[in-house]
């Protein structure tokens, strides 16, 4: 019987090119979940929030309310930025602005969407479209 010597060194190579095929496939996709984050500055009123006159001049044009572990909250920062819309978002987990805020619109939920006189619960691209054409935003 005749047994071949390099076998096992074959079959450690072969699996040292599968795992790193795999590594780099895997890294190949992070790279479209990185999602860059506006967060506010200081505290920016909520569109259609406001009980008295706001100057609104200067703030972003949607305001949202997140989590930075949320897929929908991805979308949706994904979507906007794709769409050159003007936004910010407070993490309700490690701001304070954003846990008061969340808690004062009796937040249930996240995102939270904030767009002219519409508040938005989760991400739909349909209705975040339909509230930005209706604030003239798109």
């Avoid at 999602?35 to 920016?44: A, D, L, M």
């Avoid at 987990?93 to 004062?104: D, P, Q």
Wanted: charged residues 20%.
């Amino acid at each position: 019987m005749t047994t071949i010597p390099d076998m096992p060194r074959r079959k450690h190579i072969l699996g040292f090119a599968i795992i790193t095929v795999m590594i780099l496939l895997v890294l190949g996709q992070l790279k479209h979940l990185v999602v860059e984050h506006t967060y506010c500055e200081g505290e920016v009123p909520i569109p259609g929030q406001q009980t008295k006159p706001v100057n609104m001049e200067g703030t972003p044009d949607v305001v949202m309310l997140g989590v930075s572990w949320c897929p929908s909250c991805i979308k949706a920062i994904q979507f906007f930025a794709a769409n050159d819309i003007n936004y910010c978002e407070y993490d309700m987990e490690t701001s304070a602005i954003g846990a008061r805020l969340y808690k004062e619109v009796n937040g249930r939920g996240v995102p939270i969407l904030f767009i002219g006189r519409h508040r938005i619960h989760g991400f739909s691209e349909a209705t975040v479209t339909r509230s930005l054409q209706e604030a003239g935003l798109l």
